[in-house]
Protein backbone atom coordinates (compact mmCIF):
# COMPACT_ATOMS: atom_id res chain seq x y z
CA UNK A 1 0.00 0.00 0.00
CA UNK A 2 1.44 3.23 -1.09
CA UNK A 3 -0.50 4.88 1.81
CA UNK A 4 0.84 5.93 4.94
CA UNK A 5 -1.53 4.72 7.62
CA UNK A 6 -1.80 6.31 11.37
CA UNK A 7 -3.88 4.67 13.96
CA UNK A 8 -5.27 7.21 16.53
CA UNK A 9 -5.81 5.43 19.69
CA UNK A 10 -8.01 6.23 22.79
CA UNK A 11 -8.33 4.01 25.70
CA UNK A 12 -8.95 3.64 29.41
CA UNK A 13 -7.00 3.06 32.16
CA UNK A 14 -6.41 -0.27 32.97
CA UNK A 15 -6.83 -1.49 29.18
CA UNK A 16 -4.17 -4.38 28.28
CA UNK A 17 -1.77 -3.70 26.03
CA UNK A 18 -3.22 -6.82 24.08
CA UNK A 19 -6.52 -5.53 23.81
CA UNK A 20 -5.33 -2.07 22.12
CA UNK A 21 -3.18 -4.25 19.74
CA UNK A 22 -6.21 -6.57 18.79
CA UNK A 23 -8.42 -3.50 18.28
CA UNK A 24 -5.65 -1.56 15.89
CA UNK A 25 -5.03 -4.93 14.30
CA UNK A 26 -8.60 -5.55 13.42
CA UNK A 27 -9.02 -1.66 12.16
CA UNK A 28 -6.54 -2.73 9.82
CA UNK A 29 -8.18 -5.61 8.36
CA UNK A 30 -11.43 -3.69 8.28
CA UNK A 31 -9.93 -1.86 5.20
CA UNK A 32 -7.77 -4.31 3.82
CA UNK A 33 -4.65 -3.03 5.58
CA UNK A 34 -1.36 -4.94 6.39
CA UNK A 35 0.29 -4.89 9.63
CA UNK A 36 3.31 -3.27 8.01
CA UNK A 37 1.53 -0.72 6.38
CA UNK A 38 1.08 0.97 9.70
CA UNK A 39 3.45 4.13 10.10
CA UNK A 40 2.53 4.95 13.24
CA UNK A 41 0.35 4.75 16.51
CA UNK A 42 -0.83 8.49 18.00
CA UNK A 43 -2.20 8.90 21.34
CA UNK A 44 -3.05 12.27 23.49
CA UNK A 45 0.21 13.42 24.56
CA UNK A 46 -0.73 12.68 27.96
CA UNK A 47 -1.50 8.85 27.68
CA UNK A 48 1.59 8.28 25.43
CA UNK A 49 4.02 7.28 28.22
CA UNK A 50 1.14 4.60 29.64
CA UNK A 51 2.64 1.12 29.30
CA UNK A 52 -0.05 -0.65 27.81
CA UNK A 53 -0.29 1.80 24.79
CA UNK A 54 3.57 1.33 24.76
CA UNK A 55 3.57 -2.43 24.66
CA UNK A 56 0.60 -2.39 22.06
CA UNK A 57 2.49 -0.11 19.61
CA UNK A 58 5.96 -2.29 19.77
CA UNK A 59 3.98 -5.10 18.71
CA UNK A 60 3.92 -3.33 15.65
CA UNK A 61 7.45 -1.76 16.18
CA UNK A 62 6.56 1.21 16.73
CA UNK A 63 6.72 3.54 19.38
CA UNK A 64 3.57 5.91 20.50
CA UNK A 65 3.02 9.44 19.04
CA UNK A 66 2.30 11.68 21.22
CA UNK A 67 -0.43 14.77 20.24
CA UNK A 68 -0.56 17.74 22.07
CA UNK A 69 -4.32 18.52 22.99
CA UNK A 70 -3.35 21.96 20.35
CA UNK A 71 -3.36 19.73 17.28
CA UNK A 72 -6.06 17.31 18.59
CA UNK A 73 -8.79 19.91 18.89
CA UNK A 74 -7.77 21.77 15.87
CA UNK A 75 -8.36 18.20 14.34
CA UNK A 76 -11.96 18.63 15.33
CA UNK A 77 -13.72 19.82 12.24
CA UNK A 78 -12.92 16.97 10.41
CA UNK A 79 -14.22 14.13 13.07
CA UNK A 80 -16.88 12.44 12.13
CA UNK A 81 -18.41 10.63 15.00
CA UNK A 82 -18.67 11.97 18.50
CA UNK A 83 -18.60 11.13 22.37
CA UNK A 84 -20.23 13.45 24.90
CA UNK A 85 -17.74 11.98 27.25
CA UNK A 86 -14.55 12.44 25.44
CA UNK A 87 -15.58 16.15 24.13
CA UNK A 88 -16.09 17.23 27.97
CA UNK A 89 -12.75 15.35 28.72
CA UNK A 90 -10.44 16.54 25.76
CA UNK A 91 -12.43 19.44 23.55
CA UNK A 92 -12.85 16.78 20.56
CA UNK A 93 -15.62 14.34 19.23
CA UNK A 94 -13.36 11.52 19.10
CA UNK A 95 -9.94 11.53 20.23
CA UNK A 96 -8.72 8.62 17.86
CA UNK A 97 -10.18 10.22 15.33
CA UNK A 98 -8.16 13.72 16.30
CA UNK A 99 -5.22 11.42 17.00
CA UNK A 100 -4.94 9.89 14.06
CA UNK A 101 -5.77 12.89 11.71
CA UNK A 102 -3.41 15.10 13.66
CA UNK A 103 -0.56 12.53 13.68
CA UNK A 104 -0.97 11.95 9.49
CA UNK A 105 -0.66 15.78 8.84
CA UNK A 106 -2.54 17.73 6.62
CA UNK A 107 -3.85 16.70 3.58
CA UNK A 108 -4.84 13.59 5.72
CA UNK A 109 -8.08 11.91 5.96
CA UNK A 110 -9.94 9.41 8.01
CA UNK A 111 -10.06 5.69 6.40
CA UNK A 112 -11.72 4.58 9.18
CA UNK A 113 -14.03 6.27 11.34
CA UNK A 114 -13.71 5.23 15.26
CA UNK A 115 -14.34 1.95 16.17
CA UNK A 116 -14.13 0.28 19.78
CA UNK A 117 -13.77 -2.13 22.48
CA UNK A 118 -14.42 -2.70 25.79
CA UNK A 119 -11.72 -0.13 26.60
CA UNK A 120 -10.49 1.20 24.15
CA UNK A 121 -11.21 2.83 20.57
CA UNK A 122 -8.99 2.91 17.36
CA UNK A 123 -9.54 5.03 13.91
CA UNK A 124 -7.19 5.21 11.05
CA UNK A 125 -5.72 8.16 8.80
CA UNK A 126 -4.38 8.48 5.56
CA UNK A 127 -1.89 10.82 3.97
CA UNK A 128 -1.70 9.93 0.74
CA UNK A 129 1.85 10.74 -1.14
CA UNK A 130 2.51 14.02 -2.96
CA UNK A 131 2.99 12.50 -6.61
CA UNK A 132 6.47 13.97 -8.04
CA UNK A 133 6.76 15.91 -11.22
CA UNK A 134 10.22 15.44 -13.13
Do not use: K, Y
Request: aromatic share 2%; proline share 6%.
Amino acid sequence: MSDRIVAGVGFRRGTGADEIAALITCALGTIGAARTDLAAIATAADRAAEPSIRQAASEFGLSPCPVEPRALEACDPNIVTRSARIERLRGVGSLAEAAALAAAGPGSHLALPRIASGGATCALAVLHPIARHT
